[in-house]
């Protein structure tokens, strides 16, 4: 499972739109209000956003190479019609446990981006205002270092006394894998 998911994180990673992003200053992100600050963690309340976000079919290799190559087309194929897609980051890596497990990719639409959705395999997701508990880390990234900060964020908040979804939690990275430096954070959505 391990090394899964860390192809997972690579793929996403590595398969923006197009190009590579060195921070969010130079492309933009969803835009969040930080309701409070603690030791190890923050809580934000995020704006409404737009994605295109593509399920895996299973949690193997090929599933994983299959849907980074699936969102890579749709961009591409949006561009070459006229569509406009600005680069954006996060990327998300979402796993939701419980009786349906899922996993999915979805990378983050700019405000402006206009998709026409004519892939089944990719959806417009629209994600409502929310709030969203985060703990960043730096680092190359990887699903052990992912799995680790789910664990001490979810410590965090039941020590805090915060209610919150532990079925479904989101890896956010911020640059190529390749990068020199590296700035993710790991998402748990609250109740």
Not at 171 to 182: I, K, N, R, V
């Amino acid at each position: 499972m391990e090394k899964l998911l860390f192809t997972l994180v690579t793929l996403v990673l590595v398969s923006s739109c197009s190009g590579q992003a060195t921070s969010c200053s130079d492309y933009p992100c969803p835009k969040y209000d930080v309701i409070k600050k603690y030791e190890s963690f923050e809580e934000r309340r995020y704006v409404d956003t737009d994605w295109i976000t593509t399920k895996l079919s299973s949690k193997d290799s090929t599933s994983l190479i299959a849907a980074a190559k699936t969102l890579r087309a749709f961009c591409d194929k949006q561009k070459e019609a006229g569509n406009v897609i600005t680069d954006g980051w996060p990327a998300l890596v979402t796993i939701a446990e419980g009786d349906t497990p899922s996993m999915s990719l979805s990378w983050f639409l700019a405000s402006d981006s206009k998709p026409v959705i004519t892939d089944t395999s990719v959806t417009l997701e629209h994600k409502a205002d929310t709030s969203v508990y985060v703990r960043s880390y730096s680092g190359t990234p990887t699903i052990a270092a992912a799995e680790e900060n789910r664990k001490n964020l979810i410590e965090a908040l039941v020590k805090e006394g915060k209610k919150f979804n532990p079925a479904i939690s989101t890896g956010a990275f911020y640059h190529s894998y390749f990068s020199l430096t590296h700035y993710n954070e790991v998402w748990v959505y609250s109740a």
